[in-house]
């Protein structure tokens, strides 16, 4: 069992950065897929980006793309999601997730996944 754990949030005022860190615990984590996923009051959770942990591939929501940047560091069991340019609309619970065979944008597929964290943006 992969073990997840999200730092890194809080309130920030719009246009400001926060980086978000996913730590990892368990086994064969450096082979699983790691995505960031978020979940606004009253809406559904949506994906926010994705990597390959053995290719470095990644992967983004049209919305992020260019503002927010996802990155690993499999020496430390760690994922980052670097946030700038923060919206109000970027506003939510952000879940890291992991999975062996996932697809990156199908939140229905990975398997394992940690609490959440609190992402404010104020405007």
């Known amino acids: 069992q992969v073990l997840l754990e999200e730092s890194g949030g809080g309130l920030v005022q719009a246009g400001g950065s926060l980086r978000l860190s996913c730590a990892a615990s368990?086994?064969?984590?450096?082979?699983?897929?790691v995505g960031w996923f978020r979940q606004a009051p009253g809406k559904e959770r949506e994906f926010v980006a994705a990597?390959?942990?053995?290719?470095?591939?990644?992967n983004y929501e049209d919305s992020v793309r260019g503002r927010f940047t996802i990155s690993r560091d499999n020496a430390k069991n760690m994922v980052y999601l670097q946030m700038n340019s923060l919206k109000p609309e970027d506003t939510a619970v952000y879940y890291c997730?992991?999975?062996?065979?996932?697809?990156?944008?199908?939140?229905?597929?990975?398997?394992?996944w940690g609490q959440g964290i609190q992402v404010i943006v104020s405007s």
């Open positions: 368990g086994v064969i984590f450096s082979r699983y897929i």
């Open positions: 997730a992991a999975d062996a065979s996932a697809r990156a944008w199908s939140l229905h597929e990975y398997g394992c």
């Open positions: 990597i390959n942990w053995t290719g470095g591939n990644t």
